[in-house]
Nanobody, 123 residues
Framework: VQLQAFGGGLAQPGGSLRLSCTTS????????VGWFRQAPGKEREFVST????????YYADSVRGRFTISRDHAKNTVYLQMNNLKPEDTAVYYC?????????????????WGQGTLVTVSS
């Protein structure tokens, strides 16, 4: 499963961006898909995950209420809608997928990773 993440860019504080994650070729409809991010000089951290059926979602405390994860099976795409962005959201955002896991927030559980897309929040 080869993932592609895109949609990053420059946003002002309080602004919005929507990230997308899709695959080339094979569908990942049965996979849980997560978003993780890595800020400069920091370790990669969990942001949000959606289960394969899309019935459950998980969020880091730092983004809950501002970010929304969703998926469109017909388009084979997972989205991360990011609202009310803050400078501390600046990071490279990665999407990742796993077929079976018991921990939806642990990056080490995820088997497939995209290349990352840079989000910069600055005035």
């Amino acid at each position: 499963v080869q993932l592609q993440a895109f949609g990053g860019g420059l946003a002002q504080p309080g602004g919005s961006l929507r990230l997308s994650c899709t695959t080339s070729g094979r569908t990942f409809s049965g996979y849980a898909v997560g978003w993780f991010r890595q800020a400069p000089g920091k370790e990669r951290e969990f942001v949000s995950t959606i289960t394969g059926l899309g019935t459950s979602t998980y969020y880091a405390d730092s983004v809950r209420g501002r970010f929304t994860i969703s998926r469109d099976h017909a388009k084979n795409t997972v989205y991360l809608q990011m609202n009310n962005l803050k400078p501390e959201d600046t990071a490279v955002y990665y999407c990742a997928a796993v077929e079976v896991t018991t921990s939806f927030t642990n990056e080490h559980e995820f088997d497939y990773w995209g290349q990352g897309t840079l989000v910069t929040v600055s005035s």
